[in-house]
């Protein structure tokens, strides 16, 4: 084992920190969102009656590597909370902190060991990556920012009492509990120094957490998916207000009712058009028209050429859905050769909801869209988008799975990893309670090989999860 957590805050809202992490101060003094990241979502510690922070229990080891990207929005002594801590329990063996002066300082519980030199900016991103052995005469510590040593020492007293180890990292605000600044984190990882070969166990540098969600079934689909059979997309129920509803000379009686989405009626004259053009365009796949039984002859055209023609209505009204191939359209517009009422007009992208669609929410729904099984042995496995990376070095990956169990009794599962038309499961299946819970499942290197993991590897391989009993 070497790398125990990585975090890129792109998988969970301000009210599912805990989904992740162990402890937070309170509910009011963090913030998720891409305001406070580099590349995406990051979180944000502030104060409000009290410093916020994070913290992550881990393997306990004695020797620990922190790395961080770090802003800050105000320069502030610190006095109370370290931005970043390693602990053990409650107690705090070393810290980072910084002054109103601009620069970092390594501290034991709070006493300063070193103060760094570099002058660092309010409001801009730094890497910063800690490492540290604990011990009372012959303990460690090395700081760098963006990739410089800073402060290294050895022969040091870094160890507060207990048993010198560090089982708990803490990612704080970093300044008073109430000085009105606030601290931004993203793309955090933390390791231990144990494994051998290329397993990573040192300072990795600047590194950029991504995080893929399934986007496609895999070699497994034995679950049973819950959650409807139609899921809407963001461009459910199209209104004037994603675009401009205009109509051709030939009279429309009341319009503007077309587009409203409700049964108010607009009457058509023989020849008569309305389109609806799209400020923004919009990915759609479905016409939804509530037609009255006059209405018998007419078509939909579309921005990219096609058209579909009116089928006459069979009762009154008659709600009728007009599906298409998925495309990006500027306009839609609905033509009557024979005049007559409409009642309403909406337009949709439409998703059947399948086993991988239940699981790819990028913050998950819980018991909304989900897969159930009550049969042993029963897997899932799933396809993701590829890294937005090309080229460079894949020092790790973590697989999340969030599950529960819906009943009495012991409930046990495991995930496991598909690669190269091979499984490779957990040792030990998680005890699910009756509250969702996240497994994280930290993997150094690619067990297919032994090596590290590769770019064109990650792309290809399936994650999945199984019942076990």
């Known amino acids: 084992m070497a790398l125990l957590f990585i975090d890129g805050m792109e998988h969970y ?10 402890e937070q101060n309170g509910t009011s003094r963090h913030t998720v969102g891409t305001a406070y990241g580099r590349f995406g979502n990051g979180i944000q510690f502030q104060a409000n009656s009290g410093g916020g922070y994070g913290r992550k229990n881990i393997t306990p080891s004695a020797t620990v590597i922190i790395g961080f ?46 103060t760094g030199t570099t002058v660092i900016s309010a409001s801009l991103w730094r890497y910063v990556e ?10 460690s510590y090395e700081l760098r920012i963006n990739g410089a040593v800073e402060l290294t020492a050895t022969n040091q007293n870094t160890r507060n009492g207990g048993a010198g180890v560090v089982n708990k990292v803490h990612f704080g605000l970093g300044g008073a509990a109430d000085g009105g600044h606030a601290t931004h984190f993203d793309d955090i990882y933390v390791l231990d120094s144990t494994g051998s070969g290329s397993v990573p166990r040192d300072f990795l540098g600047d590194v950029k957490v991504e995080t893929l969600i ?59 058009s309305a389109r609806m053009t799209f400020s923004v365009p919009q990915t759609l796949n479905t016409v939804r028209l509530r037609q009255h039984l006059s209405m018998t002859s007419g078509k939909i055209v579309l921005s990219n050429g096609l058209e579909i023609p009116l089928i006459t209505a069979t009762t009154n009204p008659h709600q009728r859905d007009y599906t298409f191939t998925e495309a990006t359209l500027s306009w839609v517009e609905i033509q009557s050769a024979s005049g007559g009422t409409l009642y309403d007009a909406q337009l949709y992208r439409i998703t059947v909801n399948t086993r991988w669609t239940s699981v790819d929410d990028p ?30 070095t894949v020092r790790g990956i973590q697989q999340i799975t969030r599950w529960r169990k819906d009943d009495a009794g012991v409930r046990t599962a495991k995930q496991f990893l598909r690669v190269g038309g091979a499984d490779y499961g957990e040792s030990t299946a998680s005890v699910l309670s009756t509250s969702y819970a996240n497994r994280l499942r930290p993997i150094d290197l690619n067990p297919a090989t032994g090596n590290a993991w590769t770019i064109a590897e990650i792309n290809a391989l399936e994650a999945g999860y199984e019942l076990v009993s």
């Open 363 to 392: 913050v998950a729904d819980d018991d909304v869209t989900y897969n159930t099984s009550n049969t042993l042995g029963q897997r899932d496995s799933f396809s993701h988008g590829n890294l937005v990376m090309t080229a460079g």
């Open 69 to 114: 990207a770090h802003r800050v929005t105000v320069l502030e002594d610190q006095t109370n909370d370290p931005v970043i801590a390693m602990m053990e329990g409650t107690g705090y063996h070393v810290e980072v902190r910084y002054a109103t002066n601009g620069v970092f300082r390594v501290t034991r519980n709070g006493t300063t060991l070193a």
């Open 130 to 139: 800690l490492k540290a052995t604990i011990d009372g005469t012959i303990g």
């Open 13 to 22: 809202a301000t009210a599912g920190m805990l989904q992740k992490w162990d």
């Open 214 to 272: 399934p986007d496609g079934a895999g070699n497994y689909s034995q679950f049973t998916n819950v959650g409807g059979d139609t899921v809407f997309g963001t461009n459910r129920a199209l209104t004037p207000s994603a675009g401009t509803a205009t109509s051709t000379s030939t009279v429309i009686t009341n319009a503007a009712n077309i587009w409203d989405g409700t049964d108010a009626s607009a009457v058509f004259a023989a020849g008569a």
